[in-house]
């Protein structure tokens, strides 16, 4: 039985993957959940498989070194997968500290463990072990608006806090590569949505807001555009790169679909006016009026877009959903999950949401 180590996995993305995954192999793997439940960690995105054998959650820190090297004593780890990370770019302009302590230091802290694991006497490593580190498209920096797109060659860039301590991790990674043999990959991926994302996120933000008849806070001009992939279609291609990608290699992975966030803001308002029924009082506060423009973010990239060619050329991985299927999906998911969406969103998150958006 293979054992995987999956860190942030009570995250959105992490919490996709877990699922992915044991619908997949079912018992023929065993999961390691190490999270720290930030606010973004929710142990109910993984409700459903808690109780399982073949499951594990640890609470910890990724930056607690001594915790981590007791999963790896406890349990013969084949494949970390590394998700866990502050991932919000407006948290890091407001708090920076926190970006660099987990993800760089939490990344170094990660990829100690698994070494000391791993690595034998000679230097080489045990047989079929592997790292995979997820990253995101923001470390190649911002594209014009009229043309050209992120390859794994492009040069890193990074604008925000989040952005600058993500590249800081990809290249520890890559400096393990390149010193030990680590045996690791990079995904550097786009804007993923879909079930289970915390709605400080633009999609779900926007689904929230619109269905309890709240303002749509549009930051800027709402033409930055993003390329947004199905949180499912992202995960497969972790899973892939895994079973199919060349060790020490970077995939970028991205959805082929750039959109500007004012296009995103009023598919969302078309597709829950088309899904609420009529006799649903959620469906007359829906309404474009809501749309209301709001101070930009400071160092706002103007555009990202992944040319995910050399997945497909590669590994055969191709993004499978298409948006509004993808959007139907996820406001679908919202609505069968009102309780998860009440509970995330009280306490903490109205004292960030009224300080982030000026609101009382
Ligand atoms: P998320 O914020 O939803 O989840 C992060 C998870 O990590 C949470 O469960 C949190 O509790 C946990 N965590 C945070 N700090 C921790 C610590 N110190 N120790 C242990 N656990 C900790 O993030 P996400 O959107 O699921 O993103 C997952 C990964 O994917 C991140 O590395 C992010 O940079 C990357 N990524 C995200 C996107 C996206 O669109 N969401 C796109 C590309 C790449
Ligand atoms: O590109 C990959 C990245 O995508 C990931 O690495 C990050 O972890 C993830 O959070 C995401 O970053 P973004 O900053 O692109 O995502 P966010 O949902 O915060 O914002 C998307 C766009 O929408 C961005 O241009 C800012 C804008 N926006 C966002 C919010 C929350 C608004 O206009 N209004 C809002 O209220």
Redesign the pocket.
């Known amino acids: 039985m293979r054992t995987y180590l999956v ?8 919490s996709n993957f877990i699922h992915y995954m044991f619908g997949k192999y079912g018992d023929d793997i065993r999961i390691i959940n ?5 606010y ?3 142990p109910e995105n993984l409700k459903e498989v808690q109780d399982q054998d073949n499951y594990v959650f640890v609470r ?4 607690d070194r001594e915790a981590i090297s007791r999963i790896f004593t406890e349990y013969d780890i084949d494949r970390v997968v ?7 770019v407006d948290r890091s302009i407001k708090n920076p500290e926190i970006f660099i ?3 760089v230091l ?1 990344t170094a802290v990660m990829l100690n463990c698994a070494r000391d694991a791993w690595e034998n006497s000679d230097g080489t490593f045990r047989e079929g072990k592997r790292f995979l580190h ?4 923001e470390v190649y920096g911002s594209l014009e608006e009229d043309g050209g797109y992120f390859y794994e060659t492009t040069p890193y860039a990074p604008h925000s806090p989040y952005s600058a301590s ?1 590249a800081s991790s990809d290249m520890l990674v890559k400096a393990y590569m390149d010193t030990y043999r680590f045996p690791a990959n990079i995904t ?6 879909g079930p289970y ?2 709605p400080e ?1 633009l999609i779900p933000l926007m689904i929230n807001n619109a269905l309890l008849g709240k303002k749509l806070p549009v930051y800027g001009d709402g033409k930055n555009v993003r390329d947004w992939l199905y949180v499912e279609d ?1 995960v497969k291609a972790i899973d892939m790169v895994m079973e199919k990608g060349r060790l020490f290699e970077t995939y970028n992975i991205g959805g082929h679909n750039e959109k500007q966030n004012i296009e995103i803001v009023r598919t969302i308002i078309e597709v829950l006016q088309e899904m609420l029924s009529k006799d649903d009082p959620r469906r007359a506060l829906v309404s474009e009026e809501l749309i209301t423009y709001v101070e930009d973010r400071k160092g706002h990239d103007r555009r990202y877009a992944i040319a995910p060619d050399k997945i497909r050329a590669e590994i055969g991985w191709e993004p499978e959903t298409m948006f509004r299927e993808g959007i139907r999906r996820t406001i679908q998911w919202y609505f069968e999950h009102e309780d998860w969406m009440k509970y995330v969103t009280s306490g903490a998150y109205q004292k960030y949401y009224e300080e982030m958006y000026d609101v009382k």
């Not at 910890?60 to 930056?63: E, S, V």
């Not at 550097?188 to 949505?193: G, I, L």
């Open positions: 860190t942030g996995g009570a995250g959105f993305i992490g190490v999270d720290a439940l930030t973004a960690g929710n910890a820190d990724i930056c590394h998700f866990a990370a502050e991932s919000h302590r987990t993800n939490g997820v990253s995101t498209d993500k550097n991926c786009s804007n993923n949505y994302q915390f996120k992202h």
